[in-house]
C-alpha cells in the first residue's frame, strides 16, 4: 500500500503556487511555454480515460515537450511484456517523464523505484490519483481561501475510490478536515469502524454532514456496484445521496460543488446543480491542466538543476 | 434534420477563396503557417476514419495548431458519459475547435448550440460531410472551372451517403445542377416520388445521365447493402452501375471523375478509370487538407477578431 | 521473396556514419535538429508494437518532422481499402515517408514500388525488419569494433524471425560470420540441409556455439510454439536454449549479449544475464532511435537534394 500520507504542507504549497503561474500561461493568447523543449513525456495509459490523458498531453504540448501516446492495446504489454520492462525501454528510448496509469494499485510506485525516468501517477486502481487530489485543492483554495479550520464533505462511493483517498491525502495536510458520507457498504469497513484518518469524520446522514460545510465533493457512482448489490437501485441511490438544489443549500452560503467527472447526472448529481453557479465543475477540469503543468515543471527543473534526478520530495509527491 | 442548405454562394466562395491560399502553404518545401501557433484542435472520432481524420490533423498541423486525438473506444464515452458533457470537457480542457465524427446524425449540431467551442463537422450518420462537400467543389471548379449551368451526375448509394448531400448542397448554390443515377432502392423515398431538391433531378439510366455531363462522382458501394437486400449482388452492381472506360466516354471530353473513397475496385469503378487520365481522386485527397486548413483559419480568425466566437455565417458552415 | 542480400557494405557504413551524428544530438539537452521540420512522417502500424512504434516517433519528432499514427483498427483497412490504395492516400494527403509494419511478408515492398512516398518497413511477417538489423549492427561495432572476421551467434526461432534475417544482412556484408542456433523445428528447413546463406552457419550445440564467440543474439521464444508442438515446454526449452550466466561465460571476455525486446525472462534468456554487465539490450533500444534518425534523414536529405526521389540505394536500403 502507498504511503500519500507523507506529503507535506510546504510540497502541496510548491505545487499549488507554481499551478497559479501555469494559469497565466494558459490565459495567454498562444497558451505555450518553453520549458520542456527537446523533452519527451510519455503517456502510457493502461486504463481508458479522456479527461486526464487530454489534460497531461495538454500540459506537456503547453510546456513545449514532445508527447508520445501509449494504451495498453496495441503496446507490447499485450506480448506479455512486463510492465518494469516496457517502462526500462520507455526510458531507454529517451522518455524523460512517464506519466502512468494502470488499474493495479500501486504498480507506477513499483515502477518508480526500479527505473530512472521520473514517473508521474495518473491513477493506480482504487488506490490513488495524486493529481487529482492536488487540483480539487487548488480549486476549492481558490473559490473559499486558505483551507485551514474549513470542512468539506465527500458523498459517495468511497472504497472504490482513489480520488477521495488523494483529495484527503491533500486537504487535510492543508489544515481542512474532511466528513465523508455515503453508503456505508460503499465506505472502508476499517474507517466504519472507527479506524479514520486524521481529519476524517464519517456521518452516514448527508443532510446533516452537509449542515453548515465549506464545500462538498460527489464521486462518480459506478453503475456496476448496483449489480454486485452494493445499492439498491440508481433511483434509491440518487434519492438518498444524490446532491439536489435543495441539499447543496444547506451549505454555507455559496459552498461550491466538485464532480472528478465524468458525472452520472440524475445518480449522484442533478443536472440542475451541476451546471448551476455553485458547480466548480468545468473550473476543476480548466485547473487539472495548470496543475499537471506544474507538475512535469517541478520534475523536468529538478532535472535539469541536479543534473540528475529531481529532489526525492518532488518525485515522492508525484510517484505516490 | 440539420439545415445545411442555408449555406450563401458567398459563404462557399469565401471558404474556396482561402482554399487556394491554404494549397499555396501545402506547396512550400516547408508547408507550415503560424497561425493556429498555441492553439489545440481536438479529433474526436467516434466512428472510425483515416483519411478524413489524417486530413484534419496534417491541416491543423501546418498552421501549428497543437492536435489532440480521441476515440470512441478508451473515452469516457465508454463509461457512459453523454457526448454534450464529453465536449463540454474538452472545451474546458482548451479545446479551441474541435473536430467531430459520429454515427448519429444532427450529433455535432447538438453540441455546438450548446457549447462554446467552434464545432467543425467531420460527418454524422447519413447526414452530412460538409468538408468533402467543399472539397468537392473545390476540386471540381479547378478542373472544369466555374460550376455555374454545369451538371454534375452523382451514381450510387445516395440514400446512405452523407457525401451526396453535402455535395448537393455545395454545388447547387454555386450555379450547377445534379443529376443523381444509381438503384432505385437506394434513393431516398421522396426524392423518387419527385420531392427532389432545388437544382436536383433523378434519371435511373445511368447512361443517360452521363451523356454529356461535365462531371461525375461515384458513391462507395457498402457491400454490407448486399446482405441487406438492397442490391442483386456485386458483380450485378458493377455491371449496370460500375463506372466503366466506356460509360465515361459518354461524358464531355475530359470530364473528370470523382470519389470520396476508399473505393471499391472493380464494384462501383474499374480500376482503369480509378487510375486513369480522368481521375481526381487522388487531387481530391490533397485539396482535402487545404480546404480543412482553411476552415480552421476562418473559425480561428473570427475567434482571434470578435476576441468571443467566429461570425456566425463560418459557425453555421463548420458545423452543419 | 525480398532480397535484402544486395545491401552493400558501403550502403550500410554510410548508415552507421549517420547514426554516429544522430546519436549525438541525442545527447544534448534539447534533443532536437531541424531537418525534417514542415515533412510528415507517418506511421503505419497494422501489427502491434510499442519499442518500434515509439522509437520511429521518437526518432521523427528529434528531427522536427510531424508524425501521424495510423493502426490498422479504426483505419480504412477495416472498411477493405487495399493496402496499395492507403499508402497512395496518405501520400495524397501529404506524407512524406511512410514507416509501415504489416503481417504480410514483402507488404512493404510491394507498396514502394507502386507509390512515390518513401517507404519504410518496420517489420513485414517473417520477412524483415532492417531498422532492426542495422541497428544490432550499430551497437555490435561500438561494443567490439569493426565486425570483420568476428563470429555472432544467433539463438533461437530463426524461422519465424524477420529480426535473424535482417541480422545477417547486416552483419555478413560488415566481414561478420554468424553461427546459428535454436531447435531444428524453429530452423528453416532449406537451411538445415545446407543451403545456408553465405557467411552463415547452423550449431545445433548451443554450448559448442557459444565457445569463443564475439558476441551473442537470443530470440524472442513466441511463447505459442509451444501449442504448435515445436518446442516440448517453456522449461525443457530454457534449459537447452536459455542464456544462462554459465553459458555467457563460454564466449570471448566481455562478448556482449543482445536481444530485440521484448523478453520472456526466465525462457530465452536469465534475468541476471539481461540485466548483467554483458547486456546491451537497453543500449539497442537507445541506439534504435539513433539509426531511424539516420534513415529518416537520409531518405529526405535525398529527396530535397534530388528534388524528386532519394537516391535508388537508399531506398532500396530502408524498403527492404
Not at 474532511?178 to 460503499?186: C, D, I, K, M, Q
Request: with cysteine; glycine share 10%; hydrophobic share 45%.
Amino acid at each position: 500500500m502507498l504511503a500519500t500520507d507523507d506529503w507535506s504542507r510546504a510540497e502541496i504549497e510548491q505545487v499549488l503556487e507554481t499551478t497559479e503561474a501555469m494559469l497565466e500561461i494558459l490565459s495567454r493568447p498562444i497558451r505555450r511555454a518553453p520549458p520542456l523543449r527537446g523533452r519527451t513525456v510519455i503517456l502510457f495509459f493502461a486504463e481508458a480515460s479522456t479527461r486526464t490523458r487530454v489534460s497531461f498531453e495538454l500540459a506537456a504540448k503547453a510546456l513545449s515537450a514532445d508527447v508520445v501516446n501509449i494504451s495498453a492495446s496495441g503496446s507490447s504489454v499485450e506480448k506479455g511484456e512486463s510492465l518494469l520492462d516496457t517502462v526500462r525501454t520507455l526510458e531507454a528510448l529517451g522518455g524523460d517523464i512517464v506519466v502512468m496509469r494502470h488499474a493495479a494499485s500501486g504498480a507506477p510506485y513499483f515502477v518508480a523505484q526500479r527505473c530512472g525516468a521520473a514517473v508521474i501517477n495518473a491513477g493506480d486502481g482504487w488506490h490513488a490519483h495524486p493529481t487529482q487530489g492536488l487540483l480539487d485543492a487548488f480549486t476549492l483554495r481558490r473559490a473559499i481561501g486558505d483551507l485551514a479550520g474549513k470542512r468539506v464533505v465527500i458523498v459517495g462511493d468511497v472504497v472504490h475510490s482513489r480520488v477521495a483517498r488523494s483529495d484527503i491525502h491533500a486537504f487535510v495536510p492543508l489544515g481542512a478536515t474532511v466528513t465523508l458520507s455515503g453508503p456505508p457498504t460503499l465506505q472502508p469497513a476499517a474507517w466504519l469502524h472507527g479506524a479514520l484518518p486524521a481529519g476524517v469524520t464519517y456521518e452516514p446522514d448527508l443532510d446533516r454532514a452537509l449542515d453548515g460545510a465549506d464545500a462538498v465533493i460527489t464521486l462518480r457512482l459506478q453503475t456496476e456496484r448496483q449489480e454486485g448489490g452494493l445499492i439498491p437501485s440508481l433511483r434509491e441511490y440518487a434519492r438518498v445521496w444524490g446532491l439536489s438544489e435543495a441539499r447543496v443549500q444547506r451549505m454555507k452560503d455559496g459552498a461550491p460543488v466538485m464532480h472528478p467527472g465524468p458525472m452520472n447526472e440524475g445518480v449522484e448529481i442533478e443536472a440542475a446543480v451541476a451546471h448551476g453557479a455553485r458547480s466548480l465543475i468545468e473550473t476543476q477540469v480548466t485547473n487539472g491542466v495548470a496543475v499537471r503543468m506544474a507538475l512535469l515543471y517541478l520534475l523536468s527543473a529538478g532535472d535539469a538543476a541536479s543534473g540528475t534526478a529531481p529532489g526525492p520530495e518532488v518525485t515522492a509527491m508525484a510517484a505516490t
